[in-house]
């Protein structure tokens, strides 16, 4: 150990009690003692500076939605930055912008917003703020970027609607020199661009008292090692501590803590000190996205790989932000924890150096430090050794611990590699990741010369490096197989990960290390290996996304039909939409937090409260014993309690409420609410686990039959018959619940995101015992819905209206993504066991299946009934029969989710296609196009038949076509031949959507106002916009309908006092119906019109019409209810459509990428192409989530869900959709039975998606063949990179050289 060199220790008062910084422009100086470690800046500018374009909703740096651009000092670069994670202490001497520093309807917009909004790339605009500032971030820093480099951006920016097609495409217009976007204007005060808020003063802002966590604590910011080192030294042993530096890291582990010392370190000079000579010197505390910048500018493998390598951390934000100490740090606290920094770092031998309180030095390797006690200590600075060829070999000697001698040969070579295998293309943590490290003599049969570095990550939490084999490796040919071999069950040997539920298997994670080690060697091997297992070597190569849209349009029917911007776009894109969030505060109002229960199938035997309630800023905890009316929160059969009364169902159950000054405060008293729990039962949720006892499956109604099932099965040439499983899947809206209830005069006003005001009204009232009119409930847009506000939105609304009725304040509860996700339900999971007949012709003569769907504690939300409608999908099924069951497991009751049943009925006769196919030898297409059906087909529910012709040979004809499928099949094959590693598969999907307006109750109401006084118009209509474009289209149509310009109209909320009565807006229907509406609501203003036009002659304006209309008394408001089911004119109809997809699959790792989906769906005369493409490409990037990497765990025996956050569960990122996306709405379709011609788009691409899933399973099975294993295969869904991979047939026999 030795002195830190040349730092000398002074005791420094480093402790700070005020912080400054800019907001677009404006100063802020706030107090410390005000504003706690807590208070994230994404807090701070919504709830102080008021400034809410800037969205929360992880709140764990996994979305991207609170992006805003910061510029440290002068001599920085502005960055994005994710502000949920970043504490407002921080934000020293910052400069930072937020989406109202760009643009707004007064000052005009910026041309991002613009962009954004004009390409289609806002839908219900939660992300909107967020990808903004993400792109205007990078743009400051990158002016020049390419369209490859502006591609990657989006990393960790999560938008669930779009299908980030009109994202990506958007920024991608501002490749090349952007200097000329940047047309903020200059203050003449400041001479710094203008913040563009109105006001640049001055401002001191505090946290409102109630806002307070009451947190004890000091906050430091020393500026040398030596102050640091001097507050380090005034704390005791057991002081709690935590150095800042990011902060990032608390995205992570949350529960660290609670401290009472905080030290920002970012302006510590030695921690950020980094030079390239002979070594790298990083300093410790540099940010992850500079370390890549100092590192890729090295000529040299191992930096250019531990550069590569870190870029797969995180997304942009996190990096720019989150530090190298911070992430080894974590490692250090945290031993499972799957650090890059670490893994990147240890394979290329790095040295960290560990100074303590005391100024002594400590010099270790990575994986030393990885078991130091840090207490008191500091990390100062990173040292990687460079083994590149133009190293002197002095420093290569002391600095590459254990390399042993170095290259003397021009033909000895360091070979560096590393991987990282995740659930999706990016901001992932890893299955598995590893790094290689050797000396190779490429000159003597690839010998290495010295102990190589093999490291593994994601093992068990102690595994590091790989000893033996490096042991082992010492001086061998890598070129030699059999010692490869012998190497491989070395490291199988001590390979032994750890089982943990929320992990991939250990099997899979064996396993895949292997592959990685075989990989290296393919790596090092180069073109001496053989050709076709040389595809082993390289990683997936995406490429460049690209995109076409096509679609018809018909011009004398503008604006319906006109490609037209969403009507809110651009105030979505400037962060000037508001969602119930962003609502401010109303006097006295509290926030309140859910205490949830952490298992399933037991009874409450206590409930402690005291240590809560203890808390400063505590007001109340409320429960069951609080509601006055009926406690159950959804109109449903089963009722599902508000708050238990002492039966728990499943794990995340809501118990009670904590009410609060502060959200914050609420969510910290609820964790320390005790429950205890007795008469705890077996907690099943798996339903296969679950049929096994009778009692838990239910037939949901009488089978759906026609024609001789048994007969025509017994009389079939041959009958395939099979199980196919589909999985659950969370709706991921970025909007989680949240509700205010405010008592008022006549009842509650009621805030919330709700696809239903009816129900939500009908459920507050009786949990309230009070009459449906006293309850007002007014929506103006949802952050997404996708079924998971049809329902699931009382459970708050009600919660709320409980505590607000016991408090007689305002309260509001906005759920965090981990409740949200823990206690509210998702997506039905199903199991299908089906056979299917067919005659000597490969006809189909009959189907039978039996639909178990997963339904939760109860069958409330049970979608199997509902799924038999789609079971059929495009084929002649001359007898039929479906059976409807639901399961019961310890889990949240299932919800509607886009697609509800569709998608899973969909895909399994889809996926029995595949299996008849397989097992009948004959070509899936062929087999389908054998079996399409004909006008006068027989179709559910019976007697229907299809009266119109089946156009699908035509759109397969026409796909077939336009993809280049023959030529694509022919190409994937050669691949297929020559590349061992790499496969592709290619499917091609019909697929038949029935959309039924009828029988079920559908309503909307449509009200218009005409202002006499200018000619404007204001709609209010019952259905939600939620994204789906629903306002656009009514803009739209009653514009044509009326003859009037759109920029007369605007939308109004919705509000259940215009729309009583109303139906779910959801399924597809909403759009339709609500244009119905409109029209009909037109058509009396129309006709109230008309005799004043006569009267005044064709030359007369709108706005003398109306004007003279007035002081003639005519009614210029209309209104109407529109139900179908009075309309003659409406029937069902079917949406036809066809996806050919292709796939390319990574063989050892089974890691994929979507090469290219062409879809064809049948839109009718589609109202609003822009709108409308964007359901068909956000709705087929939801099914491909579904399909690949979305996957719920629940603890095998608690019950409590482990994919509870964005950590855990993912969704797709902007590179998981397909690189080349072609989208046509299919042309010449006119819709007789539809609105306006139109058919719905919101649902369909959801089934199509599973194009993805069966291409995946073609590129498997060409593996599988390899590996001689023929014939049909069973794969369940979702298609993960595990289940890839397991499938394969990969075994280590097959790795040849
Ligand atoms: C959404 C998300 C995704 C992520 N994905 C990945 C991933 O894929 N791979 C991966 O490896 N990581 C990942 N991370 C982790 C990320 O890299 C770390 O959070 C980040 O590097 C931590 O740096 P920080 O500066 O924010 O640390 P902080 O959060 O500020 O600090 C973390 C810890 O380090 C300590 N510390 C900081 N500096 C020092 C120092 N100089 N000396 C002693 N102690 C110190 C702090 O006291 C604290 O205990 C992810 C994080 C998030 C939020
Ligand atoms: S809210 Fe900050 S990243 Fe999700
Ligand atoms: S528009 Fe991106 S999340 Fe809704």
Redesign the pocket.
């Known amino acids: 150990m030795t002195q830190p060199q040349g730092k000398e220790i002074t005791p420094v008062g480093s402790r700070v009690s005020q912080i400054s910084f800019l907001i677009n422009g404006v100063s802020h100086s706030i107090s410390v003692e005000d504003f706690g470690p807590s208070v994230s800046l994404a807090k701070y500018i919504r709830e102080v500076a008021l400034l809410t374009g800037t969205k929360v909703s992880c709140n764990?740096?996994?979305c991207g939605a609170c992006i805003v651009t910061v510029q440290k000092s002068t001599n920085d670069k502005p960055r994005s930055l994710?502000s949920c994670?970043t504490p407002v202490l921080l934000c020293e001497g910052w400069s930072i912008t937020t989406i109202e520093g760009l643009g707004d309807k007064t000052n005009g917009y910026h041309p991002i917003q613009s962009k954004l909004a004009a390409e289609g790339g806002s839908q219900c605009g939660y992300c909107s703020p967020g990808m903004v500032m993400q792109m205007h971030s990078w743009i400051q820093e990158h002016p020049n970027s390419t369209h490859l480099e502006l591609d990657n951006i989006l990393d960790?920016n999560i938008c669930r609607c779009t299908g980030y097609r009109p994202i990506l495409e958007a920024f991608k217009s501002f490749a090349g020199n952007v200097t000329d976007i940047e047309e903020l204007k200059i203050c003449k005060s400041t001479g710094k661009a203008c913040p563009r808020t109105g006001s640049c003063g001055k401002t001191s802002l505090s946290l409102s008292e109630g806002s307070k966590l009451n947190e004890s604590f000091e906050w430091y910011r020393p500026t040398k090692l030596s102050e640091l080192l001097d507050v380090l030294k005034k704390l005791t042993s057991d002081t709690k501590?935590?150095?800042?530096?990011?902060?990032?890291?608390?995205?992570?582990y949350k529960n660290?803590g609670p401290f009472t010392i905080f030290i920002d370190?970012n302006k510590v000079s030695e921690?950020h000190e980094s030079s390239l000579g002979v070594e790298v010197v990083l300093g410790?505390?540099i940010?992850?996205t500079d370390a890549i910048n100092l590192l890729t500018t090295a000529d040299n493998e191992v930096c250019q790989g531990i550069a590569k390598h870190f870029n797969?951390?995180?997304?942009n934000g996190?990096?720019n932000?989150?530090?190298?100490?911070?992430?080894?740090?974590?490692k250090n606290?945290h031993m499972d924890?799957?650090?890059?920094?670490?893994?990147a770092l240890e394979t290329a031998g790095a040295m960290v150096e560990i100074v303590s309180s005391d100024g002594q030095l400590t010099v270790l390797t990575v994986e030393e430090f990885f078991a130091l006690d840090?207490v008191q200590?500091?990390?100062?600075r990173i040292k990687i050794p460079l083994g590149a060829k133009s190293a002197p070999k002095k420093s290569l000697n002391k600095l590459w611990a254990h390399a042993g001698p170095i290259n003397s040969k021009a033909s000895q070579e360091w070979k560096f590699r590393s991987y990282?295998i995740?659930p999706r293309s990016s901001?992932?943590?890893?299955y598995v990741n590893a790094g290689f490290l050797a000396l190779i003599d490429t000159g003597d049969n690839f010998r290495i010369i010295a102990k190589p570095r093999i490291i593994f990550g994601g093992i068990n939490p102690g595994f590091v490096h790989a000893k033996a084999t490096e042991e082992f490796l010492i001086g061998r040919n890598m070129n030699n197989h059999d010692m490869f071999m012998e190497a491989l069950s070395i490291l199988g040997e001590e390979l032994t990960p750890d089982d943990e539920p929320v992990l991939a298997t250990s099997l899979y994670r064996k396993q895949l290390a292997m592959g990685l080690f075989y990989k290296f060697y393919l790596y090092v091997l180069g073109n001496t290996a053989s050709s076709a297992v040389q595809s082993g070597a390289s990683d997936l190569d995406r490429g460049l996304s690209e995109s076409v849209q096509s679609w018809e349009t018909d011009e004398s029917q503008w604006p319906v039909s006109q490609p037209v911007e969403k009507t809110e776009a651009k105030v979505q894109c400037s962060g000037e939409a508001q969602y119930v969030n962003d609502i401010p505060s109303s006097t006295g109002e509290v926030h309140a937090a859910f205490v949830l229960s952490q298992r399933g199938n037991c009874d409450i035997d206590s409930v402690k409260t005291d240590a809560a309630l203890a808390m400063p800023g505590v007001i109340a905890y409320v429960d069951a014993n609080d509601i006055p009316g009926v406690n159950d929160w959804k109109p449903l059969p089963i009722p599902e309690p508000v708050f238990s009364s002492g039966r728990i169902e499943y794990a995340g159950q809501a118990i009670g409420l904590i009410v609060a000054e502060s959200r914050e405060l609420a969510i910290e008293a609820a964790k320390r609410v005790e429950i205890t729990y007795a008469n705890l039962g077996e907690v099943v949720t798996d339903m296969e686990k679950a049929m096994e006892q009778t009692e838990n499956v239910t037939a949901l109604g009488a089978p759906v039959a026609y024609g001789d099932v048994s007969g025509a099965m017994a009389s079939a040439d041959s009958v395939i018959s099979g199980r196919f499983k589909t999985g659950s899947q969370y709706h991921f809206y970025m909007e989680t619940h949240v509700s205010i209830v405010t008592p008022t005069e006549d009842g509650f006003d009621v805030e919330v995101p709700t696809q239903d005001i009816n129900n939500t009204s009908i459920a507050v009232a009786n949990v309230m015992n009070t009459s449906v009119n006293s309850i007002n409930v007014s929506v103006k847009r949802l952050g997404g819905g996708f079924g998971g506000k049809v329902f699931l939105q009382n459970s708050c609304a009600t919660a709320a209206a409980v505590a607000a009725h016991k408090l007689n304040r305002p309260v509001r509860i906005w759920l965090s993504l981990e409740d949200n996700m823990k206690m509210l339900g998702k997506r039905n999971p199903y199991l299908f066991e089906y056979k299917i007949g067919f005659d000597k012709n490969r006809k189909i003569v009959a189907v039978q299946s039996d639909f178990y769907c997963d339904g939760g504690w109860n069958f409330n939300g049970c979608d199997s009934p509902y799924a038999i409608f789609f079971g059929q999908n495009c084929y002649h099924i001359p007898n039929l029969s479906f059976s409807a069951f639901g399961v019961k497991t310890h889990t949240q009751a299932h919800t509607a989710m886009r697609g509800p049943g569709m998608c899973n009925a969909h895909a399994m006769l889809e996926n029995m296609m595949e299996q008849a196919a397989a097992e009948l030898d004959i070509n899936p297409l062929e087999l389908r196009l054998n079996n399409l059906m004909e006008q006068g087909s027989p179709v559910i529910p019976p007697p229907n038949i299809l009266d119109v012709p089946c156009p699908i040979k035509e759109i397969v004809d026409q796909i077939k076509a336009s993809s280049a499928y023959d030529q694509r099949i022919e190409a994937a094959s050669a691949f297929n031949e020559a590349n061992k590693w790499k496969k592709r598969g290619i499917s091609l999907v019909p697929m038949r959507y029935w959309h039924d307006m009828e029988g079920w109750g559908v309503k909307f109401h449509c009200l218009i106002s005409i202002f006499a006084d200018d000619g404007t118009i204001s709609v209010t209509h019952g259905g939600i916009e939620m994204g789906q474009g629903l306002n656009t289209k009514v803009h739209q149509v009653v514009a044509k309908e009326l003859g009037v310009d759109m920029s007369l109209i605007k939308i109004k909320s919705t509000m259940n006092v215009t729309n009583p009565n109303g139906i779910t807006t959801g399924g597809s229907v909403g759009s339709e119906m609500n244009c119905a509406a409109a029209i009909n609501a037109c058509a009396i203003l129309n006709s109230n019109l008309a005799p004043v036009k006569e009267k005044l002659g064709s030359g007369a304006t709108w706005k003398d019409i109306v004007a003279e209309a007035n002081r003639s008394n005519i009614d210029l408001c209309a209104r109407v209810m529109y139900a179908p089911d009075t309309d003659p004119e409406v029937r069902g109809y079917s949406v036809w459509g066809c996806t050919v997809t292709e796939v390319e699959v990574d063989i050892l790792t089974g890691e994929m990428f979507i090469v290219r989906s062409d879809i064809i769906e049948d839109a009718g005369l589609s109202t609003s192409p822009q709108v409308d493409i964007g359901q068909v490409e956000g709705a087929f990037v939801m099914g491909l989530g579904l399909w690949t990497s979305e996957q719920i765990k629940f603890d095998p025996v608690t019950g409590e869900l482990l994919t509870k956050n964005?950590?855990e569960y993912k969704p797709p990122a902007a590179k998981d959709i397909p690189q080349d996306f072609r989208v046509t709405l299919w042309k010449n379709s006119r819709n007789p039975l539809g609105i306006l011609s139109s058919k719905a788009t919101g649902e369909p691409a959801l089934l199509m998606a599973v194009s993805v899933f069966f291409a995946i399973k073609d590129a498997i099975s060409h593996s599988r063949r390899e590996a001689g294993l023929n014939g049909w295969w069973k794969l369940d869904a979702p298609a993960t990179v595990e289940m890839i991979h397991q499938h394969s047939g990969v075994n280590p026999e097959q790795f040849v050289f």
């Open positions: 764990e740096g996994g994710n994670l960790g501590y935590r150095i800042i530096s990011g902060n990032t890291g608390s995205g992570v660290d370190v921690l410790a505390n940010k992850i797969k951390i995180a997304g996190i990096r932000q989150g530090s190298l100490a911070g992430n080894l740090m974590m606290s924890f799957p650090s890059d920094v670490f893994l840090m200590k500091v990390m100062v990282k995740m901001n992932a943590h890893a964005s950590w």
